[in-house]
């Protein structure tokens, strides 16, 4: 059976398309203002790669949080909708059964999930009111320092001293990266301080719900090599990234739509 | 595709009752002075059954009710919110609290339809108690506001924070007289400050009036456990207020009565408050007024809030039967008579109040809300992490994990009472999603 998966996220839309519980095909793009034009172009990028037409695939879960806007208007016509914290379970169990703890740092939220059987959710916690503990930090700070966001982890693995900084606001934070960069605290030190400032904002938050392992990291701030040492520090934990982390929660909405057939 | 059972539903029959006796408290307040009488400002938990002792035309605003009906008004709310911080004043206080002053600040008085009257009314008098460091700073502040408009308002405070007892246990006799003698002080005071003689004929009725108003709300809450239950809570929030506002009244009672005989019919012939109840739960603490709509959303997903240890123990009075089951208060078996009885009466009924449990210890109040959801049959409980209201916040992150523990799903969600700008909506609704998905719950309708 081909099912697909899509989430509409905060920063990129990204589809799965499953057959079999395999992977036939995964893509991703940026949101752009027209949300829904977005998804819907690379929804049928993706399904025209695979050689599928919207026919074939059996059934549409929605995620992300503009979800709504692909739940049954075509092309994408998704049947149902998915909550991010449902998704992100099931993708992080059909990928490692072994899964009880998942992290997603996407682009605006970042969450714990306590998994249950079969990636059902126990238990779950949302970072409330600011992207402080999201992705979008890290790319405010990167514009701060003047760098692209993909050096920002590299920098910080270069880091020779920590510094504590502030990761309740994006603005003060940003503020406080001005005043290291005028004491000349290095490029290296301040994309530290800031990874060291998300994860332990993550790792607080996440130790709302408990940490137990397989304890699995998702979503796009997954990739940044920058977050993972220190996050594993707050956590006391090691952590497994999987390939693809930015893909789980959509390929979760591809499984679930594949258990719910009708 | 599973069928989802249908409940009959009904409005409630006394529901125009309830919105005339909460329009005629304000508007009685407003106008006390045109109709010879006296009118006093002070909190919902005060002692309202002694000012009643100066005669059956003292009329009050009691001030967290009317913090949360300006709330509800968020336009007015953000207006009040703007003057008070224009005075200097920091919005982390009580959202309450900063509410009540921005009126007086801008001079204007909101009333139950939301009409707003310029003109804010000074009392003749301020009757409170200290149960929390807002109730303590409060009319402080009023006073103070009042004066800079050259009114001295006088103002009598009463400590209560003798400690929690327990559900049942005896209070000792030293921390009840400690009360008794301030309000024996206070009846002098107000004698002196109304120039009126205090008559306890009228205090013993006005005791005995509160008494059986929050023993019969206590009961109607209890009927709450029926399946599907009676009453929801976003209709029960406009029924329990008439107990902040007027408990020692008559009319408080005689409603109460009338609720409580319909909502007995309603359980008798199966009328459920909403058509689809699949999931029951509970929350806590006052919910974001100006946001009531969430409990709409809820029921589109066959969610149904049946009450709160707020909405059944800020007024209701309660026993705890040695297994832990909760009954309505029994009254004693006679009506005081002197002004001595009357006063260690409503003293020592005044301190089992369950609402004040949690400012001491926080296992009672996670105990409590355990055999809430026992009882009542309740599948989760939603916790607001209250900003505007430290006093009933304190603790909940530790009820939470004590629930939790228990095996009750939790889902904890932060927001203002009072501020419309502490809460997020859609945020908010796109966690409950997710919480209800978690419980294996779908939408039922849009």
Known sequence: MITAGIDVGAKFVKVVILKDGKVLERAKALVGFDVLKSASDLFESTIKKTGLSRNDIKRIAATGMGRETVHGKPPVNAEEVISEVMADAKGAFHLIPNVKTVIDVGAEEGRGIKVGPNGTVRDFVINERCAAGAGTFVEAMARALEIKVEDMGSLALKSTQIIPMNAQCCVFAESEVVTLIHSKVSKEDISRAIHDAIASRIGSMVLRVGVEKDVVLIGGVALNPGFLPPLKRELNSDIIVPEYPEYVSALGAAVIASEHKE | ???????????????????????????????????????????????????????????????????????????????????????????????????????????????????????????????????????????????????????????????????????????????????????????????????????????????????????????????????????????????????????????????????????????????????????????????????????????????????????????????????????????????????????????EWTLHKPEWAHFYKPELKTQMIKNIVDQWKVDAVLLHYNRGCEGLSVHIAENRLGLLEAGVPVFPFEGNMGDEREFDFAGTMARLTAFFESMGLKKITE
């Open chain 2, 1 to 347: 595709m599973t069928q989802n059972k249908e409940y009959p539903t009904e409005l409630l029959k006394c529901w125009n009752e309830a919105k005339n006796l909460r329009k005629s408290y304000y508007e009685d307040y407003l106008r006390a002075h045109e109709k010879g009488g006296v009118r006093w400002a002070g909190g919902a938990w005060a002692f309202s059954s002694i000012p009643a002792g100066l005669g059956e035309d003292v009329y009050c605003v009691t001030g967290e009710p009317y913090g949360a009906t300006i709330a509800f008004f968020k336009d007015f709310a953000a207006r009040c919110h703007d003057a008070v911080e224009a005075a200097g004043f920091p919005r982390t206080l009580c959202a309450y609290m900063r509410n009540y002053w921005g009126s007086l600040l801008l001079d204007k008085f909101v009333l139950s339809d939301g009409t707003v009257v310029e003109g804010a009314p000074i009392p003749d008098f301020i009757w409170q108690d200290h149960i929390c460091c807002s109730h303590g700073k409060w009319y402080q502040v009023v006073k103070w506001l009042e004066k800079k408009k050259g009114k001295e308002v006088p103002m009598y405070c009463v400590d209560v924070s003798v400690g929690y007892p327990g559900p049942n246990e005896k209070v000792e006799d030293y921390k009840v007289n400690y009360i008794i003698q301030q309000l024996n002080d206070g009846i002098d005071w107000l004698e002196k400050v109304t120039g009126r003689e205090y008559d306890d004929k009228l205090l013993c009725e006005a005791v005995w009036n509160e008494m059986k108003a929050t023993s019969v709300w206590a009961e109607i809450c209890s009927l709450n456990k029926a399946v599907p239950t009676p009453l929801d809570e976003k209709t029960m929030y406009s029924l329990y207020v008439m107990g902040t506002l007027m408990k020692h009244r008559p009319e408080c009672v005689a409603f109460y009565e009338t609720l409580r005989d319909e909502v007995k019919d309603r359980v008798k012939r199966g009328i459920a408050a909403t058509p689809y109840e699949k999931f029951r739960v509970i929350t806590d603490t006052q919910p974001p007024w100006g946001f009531l709509k969430i409990f709409r959303e809820m029921e589109k997903y066959g969610v149904v809030s049946l009450g709160s240890l707020y909405t059944f123990g800020l007024i209701g009075m309660w026993e705890f039967k040695t297994d832990g089951t909760w009954v309505p208060k029994t009254l004693p078996k006679k009506k005081p008579q002197t002004r001595e009885e009357a006063l260690r009466a409503i003293v």
